[in-house]
């Protein structure tokens, strides 16, 4: 910015620093051809507030005395190409984004000695005055303030040893916080001394991620005046140190607006964070023939419609022969090739949808709860076959164990010197290479050696993914109910599993902050994820498998892709840890849970939440969509699963640019117009929740008696 650079060159030439003004004209040169000369000729003169300058010439010197400021708090002797360093980097434009615009002194003595210690809690409550008077329309925005300040003034009091009076700040100021950010202010209320801070999590957080707030021009102008006016540089130094302000044009924003996207541990998304394309669309289905049989005949009348929607649960409703538009292309991941008996799974799960029970408000599905009773090794994950045929239970005492819910018993293979007995072109070699003498309902499997707290199928049914406590995420053959690999990546327990749609890839979330991808026949994770400021709680796979959710304690969803391991979307509104995710049959929305009992739901696509649906009293484990997409289920600790209209709750959809650009959502308050049943278990909180292929809806969890 040439202005700057003017009044830069100039400090440096009336405080007799030819040397470093040498060396800034002769940098200034490789930026542009002729700023060097610009300081000194008469033209840079006029700039900076000479007889005749022009209308510039107020900010020329408004501009020169803040550099002379700034240079109290370097040493003399501190070298140009710093100066300008900062100079560049905080140019004093109209930037949006408040970091481009902060004083040159400010970024300068943000890492001096902090302020007068006994001041703060003046300073923090004239801000908290001025807000409270002002405007009702600037009021709830400027309010966002509070809580990062709050949290900065406090560390700061206590980094710079002022004990007591950090305690007598949080006294005073802490009850004036938003009730979702209780959690964080415990742990806060914890760190008394310099010494707590070291290696403090949530301290490194704060420190370390700025603090993002979604504020109007006009609020932002009003509050930097009061600051300025005020001389309040305390407050106005940690607002430019560790607050990011995403200043959008357009009216403020309402109370109810706010609170629908804030709460989580670093404030909101920053607008640009969800700008990226998402192909959000399903791949097109493989076309093979599939051949009817006898029985197929009675669903012909009306083989039309279900037919049109056959194919697994990861492409519901796309059985079109067109490319869908929004998809990403076939080959943008490698895929695993379909085996044949992978088709000849799709020919039964597409005659299976062919008998498949239509949903709706007026056709709720049956609910069939498996409860685990006297478990007292403590359930902590299931997960269901996609065909529905086994249940897997991972447990606090470190086994899964799997069990066959079909009349059909589970066989290990037979031994090697058996299998070499057995005639291999026979029709019936998959039955024959089974041995009877292994049957049994129930399979244990051993090798965990804490927590099992996340259980994953493969689509083929051949394996089971187990992740554990111990920091190891399992893959065990379902033929020899045997542990084939052991992936050590995570040095930490670890939360979650699940393998892609199409099998081959599997993803793991845990408490070191990242997910990782993985590929079964690979010992090192293909991509690390890293981003979350908490665990990671849950991960899910998109349909077309080109994408990746997790959710944190951080409270933040965020949609990663495989392709290049970025991070795609920034979903921030729950007030607690996500527990659940689950994407819509076609792939356009996500609904998410957590323990704030809230249910979420985000259109993809344009990156906005469009839907709150509010009900449940605890946390929610379990989320799933009905094969086609028309109800979505939700199960949680309070011993209840819900059914809501997903289609009612995402037509109409208000996702015009506007929206998307400043965020101003208005959410419906339609919960209960949306909610079509709720299903009261006797004392079993629900765990998991799982739609067969013809739309009959499965629930598990333990019975706890309490």
Known sequence: DRQTLVAVLQFLRRSNLRESEEILRREARLLGDDLGAAALSPAGAGLLGAPGGDADSAGGEALLSRVTAAAAAIAIGGSAATLLLYANAFAVGGGVVVEDQPDVSAVLSAYNQQ???????????????????????HRAELSQLFYPLFVHMYLELVYNQHESEAKSFFERFHGDQECYYQDDLRVLSSLTKKEHMKGNETMLDFRTSKFVLRISRDSYQLLKRHLQEKQNNQIWNIVQEHLYIDIFDGMPRSKQQIDAMVGSLAGEAKREAN???????????????????????????????????????????????????????????????????DKLDKVMNMK??????????????????????NAYQGLTAVDITDDSSMIVGGFADSTVRVWSVTPKKLRSVKTAADLSLIDKESDDVLERIMDEKTASELKILYGHSGPVYGTSFSPDRNYLLSCSEDGTVRLWSLQTFTCLVGYKGHNYPVWDTQFSPYGYYFVS??????????ATDHYQPLRIFAGHLADVTCTRFHPNSNYIATGSADRTIRLWDVLNGNCVRIFTGHKGPIHSLA????????????????VLLWDIGHGLMVGELKGHTDTIYALRFSRDGEILASGSMDNTVRLWDAVKAFEDLETDDFTTATGHINLPENSQDLLLGTYMTKSTPVVHLHFTRRNLLLAAGAYSSQ
């Open 275 to 341: 700008k990226a394309k998402v192909f959000f669309g399903l791949l097109k289905e493989p076309e093979f023939d599939v051949p009817l049989d006898d029985e197929d005949e009675e669903g012909e009348n009306e083989e039309g419609k279900p037919k049109k929607k056959k194919p697994k649960k990861d492409s519901v409703g796309s059985k079109s022969k067109k490319q869908d538009p929004n998809a990403p292309p076939q080959n943008r991941i490698p895929l695993p090739e379909l085996k044949d008996s």
């Open 509 to 518: 979330g845990g408490h070191d902050r990242v997910a990782r991808l993985w």
């Open 583 to 598: 994407f819509s049959p076609n792939g356009r929305f996500l609904a998410t849970g957590a323990t704030d009992g809230r």
């Open 115 to 137: 302020g007068d210690p006994t001041l703060y809690e003046e300073y923090y409550s004239g801000l908290k005055h001025f807000i409270e008077c002002s405007l009702d329309c």
């Open 352 to 373: 299976e949808a062919a008998r498949r029970v239509r949903l709706g408000p007026e056709c709720l599905p049956s609910i069939c709860f498996y409860t685990f009773l």
